[in-house]
C-alpha cells in the first residue's frame, strides 16, 4: 500500500513498523498460520514476548491460571488477541513514552480489546477490529511526537473529532485520522482498518461510502467510544443505544446481537454501565 504524496511533503515522520510486526501482519493474513508459528515468531522478540506475557497475566484478563509462555497466552485468548496486545505492545514502542501518550495508549488498549471482543461475536473480523482501536488514535500520537507544546494547546478543552480534525488541519496541514491511516499502511494492516481510521470521525451519515467490513468496524469502535471513553455519553447507555439503533441497521448488524455483545464485553472488563 502506498502512503499519500501529500503526507511525505509535511516532514512528519512515520515510524518504521518493527520487523517481527510486519511478519505477523503477513501472518494473520494467511489463514493457514498456526499457533505454534505465531508463538514462535512473537519469541524470538524476548522483549517483546516478555510483555505480551505480562501483559497477559494482568488484572484485565482475569484468567485463573497463570500463563509462562505465549503458546499458552495464545491456547486461552486467541491468536487475534495476543497479536493484538503484540501490536499495542510494538505500536507504545515506536514513540517516546511521555505521560500525555500513556493516557493514549490506555485509551487505545481498552478500545482494541473492546472492540476485537465485540467483533468476535458478531462475525466481524476480530483481528481487523483489535487494531482499529489500536490504531484510531495513533495519528495523535505522531502529531505530539512531531510538536508536542503544539498539539498540547490544540486538545485542551478539546471539541468533537471533526472539529478537532479540522483544527489539525489548520494547524499542522493534516488530521490525525489521515496520519493514522498512513500509518496502518505503513506498518501493512488490512485496507479496512486504515480505512476504519481515517473515516472514524465522520458522521455515521457519511459512512455509506465505505465498503460494508468497514462500516461494520465504525459501528463497533463508535459504540466502544461512547460507551467506554466518553464519561459523559457512558452515564447514559440508553441514549447511547437509541443513536446506535439506525446506525446498526445501516451497516447490516443485528442490533440486539450488537447490543447483547457489547454488555457482555462491558460486564467482562469490569467496566459499569448504568
Not at 458522521?203 to 468497514?214: K, M, N
Not at 452515564?235 to 442490533?255: D, I, T, Y
Amino acid at each position: 500500500m502506498s502512503i499519500d504524496p501529500k503526507l511525505r511533503d509535511l516532514n512528519i515522520d512515520l515510524p518504521a513498523c518493527p520487523s517481527t510486526l510486519v511478519k505477523l501482519s503477513l501472518m494473520m493474513a494467511d489463514e493457514g498460520c498456526s499457533m505454534a508459528q505465531m508463538s514462535a515468531l512473537i519469541e524470538t522478540d524476548m522483549a517483546l514476548a516478555s510483555a505480551v506475557v505480562r501483559t497477559v497475566n494482568s488484572a484485565m484478563f482475569g484468567l485463573l491460571k497463570r500463563v509462562e509462555t505465549v503458546h499458552e497466552a495464545i491456547r486461552y485468548l486467541g491468536m487475534a488477541q495476543v497479536a493484538g496486545l503484540t501490536y499495542e505492545i510494538g505500536l507504545r514502542g515506536a514513540f517516546p513514552p511521555t505521560p500525555l501518550l500513556q493516557t493514549l495508549w490506555d485509551r487505545a488498549g481498552i478500545r482494541g480489546l473492546a472492540m476485537g471482543r465485540i467483533a468476535r461475536q458478531l462475525d466481524v473480523d476480530p483481528w481487523q477490529a483489535h487494531t482499529m482501536g489500536l490504531f484510531a488514535e495513533s495519528g495523535r500520537a505522531v502529531l505530539m511526537a512531531y510538536d508536542a507544546s503544539r498539539y498540547v494547546n490544540l486538545q485542551h478543552n478539546p471539541p468533537d473529532e471533526a472539529a478537532l480534525g479540522a483544527l489539525e488541519i489548520e494547524t499542522f496541514g493534516v488530521s490525525h485520522s489521515a496520519l493514522g491511516a498512513a500509518l496502518c499502511k505503513a506498518w501493512g494492516l488490512a485496507r479496512e482498518v486504515a480505512d476504519g481510521v481515517r473515516t472514524r470521525a465522520q458522521a455515521p451519515s457519511q459512512w455509506a461510502y465505505e465498503r460494508p467490513p468497514v462500516r461494520k468496524l465504525l459501528a463497533i469502535g463508535a459504540v466502544v467510544d461512547a460507551l467506554l471513553l466518553d464519561p459523559t455519553r457512558s452515564a447514559n447507555p440508553q441514549a447511547v443505544w437509541e443513536e446506535m439503533l439506525p446506525v446498526a441497521e445501516q451497516v447490516g448488524l443485528h442490533f440486539e446481537a450488537f447490543q447483547l455483545a457489547t454488555t457482555r464485553v462491558c460486564e467482562r472488563l469490569n467496566i459499569p454501565q448504568a
